[in-house]
């Protein structure tokens, strides 16, 4: 018994030498140092603020820094006032601004003074105002820069969820529909998501929309009749220029059979193609053509529509900056 006593107390005293030997060790150990997340400055807010107008196309003399003669706050010496151009909503420059300063200690409120006409912005830094802004419309200044009018081809080739992507954009885009049962029902979903559509002609038309080289003139002359009948629709007829039947001696009088139904075929060959593999050269293109392009000039481009799929971020940023995007009747682009 009094053995068992003696070993009890010899556990007990070796428990007690760990757990005080625990709390020596946490005592001594380095604690790592808080980290204090630096406040956002002024200055940093009024670069993301030009960053938000940037991203727009403000230009700098539209933009006014106004010192306070006297505006009672230490943290606030100055205002902005933005002027906008008459095309662009204050809603978009502020959702713009509001996603760059998406923290926590930040908070930007805004109070529209007059509809669509004036907008006053207050910036909030751990409760402090550190920054603010006017932004007022000039209805009769707007932002002039080239119409880009992108027509995809190809779109047939994309599974179901790619062409829905696409559609369903919020962009002007033209869709090339090859007359056949598939192309119906693009033509059906161009509708759906109203996004105008043009009839593709080349040397892949099967009955009853076949147009060969060789084929006999009544043949061509239903084939024709049922593509003007069944896409009357369209918005124009656009027409490979590399097919047989384009360089062939029939076109002629395919050309003319369309004119005679008040339909006119246009050459792909007019429109800039940019069928790069290269994201890169064909961005660098795209921009090149925008650039060089007087102000309100109708560029119009056959795109593929895989490549257009993936540079659609790129021309969102294009969208933003105030090129326009919008497909017109291709006898608008000569």
């Not at 006017?134 to 969820?161: A, M």
């Amino acid at each position: 018994m009094e053995l068992q006593k003696k070993i009890i107390a010899i556990l007990f005293g070796i428990a007690f030498v760990l757990i005080l030997t625990n709390v020596v060790i946490d005592n001594f150990k380095v604690k790592p140092e808080k980290t204090v997340k630096e406040e956002v400055s002024t200055e940093q807010l009024e670069k993301r603020l030009n960053k938000a107008l940037q991203t727009y196309g403000i230009k700098e003399y539209w933009v006014e820094k106004r010192n306070f003669k006297n505006s009672g706050s230490d943290s606030l010496k100055h205002r902005f006032l933005i002027t906008l151009p008459g095309d662009l909503p204050h809603i978009e420059v502020l959702r713009e601004f509001f996603i760059l300063n998406n923290e926590e200690d930040v908070n930007v409120v805004s109070h529209e003074i007059k509809v669509d006409l004036q907008t006053v912005v207050d910036v909030y830094v751990n409760n402090v105002e550190k920054l603010k802004a006017t932004f007022t419309t000039k209805t009769d200044t707007l932002r002039n820069y080239p119409v880009l009018s992108f027509v995809l081809t190809g779109i047939e080739n994309l599974d179901e969820e790619a062409r829905e992507k696409i559609l369903s954009t919020p962009y002007d885009i033209g869709v090339s529909v090859i007359p056949s049962v598939e192309g119906d029902g693009i033509r059906e979903s161009c509708k759906l998501y109203s996004k105008p559509f043009f009839v593709w002609l080349n040397d892949n038309l099967e009955e009853p929309y076949l147009l060969e080289s060789d084929a006999l003139k009544s043949t061509l002359t239903k084939s024709i009749a049922n593509i003007t009948s069944n896409y009357s629709d369209a918005t124009g007829y656009i027409i490979d220029n590399n097919s047989e039947v384009f360089n062939s001696v029939i076109f002629s009088f395919l050309r003319d059979s369309f004119a005679g139904r008040n339909s006119v075929i246009y050459s792909a060959s007019r429109y800039k193609k940019l069928n790069s593999t290269s994201i890169e050269d064909l961005l660098s293109r795209i921009y090149f053509y925008a650039r060089s392009a007087n102000p309100g000039e109708k560029k119009i481009f056959l795109i593929g529509a895989e490549n257009f799929l993936n540079i659609m971020e790129d021309i969102n940023k294009l969208r933003k900056y105030g090129y326009k995007l919008k497909v017109y009747p291709l006898k608008e682009y000569m």
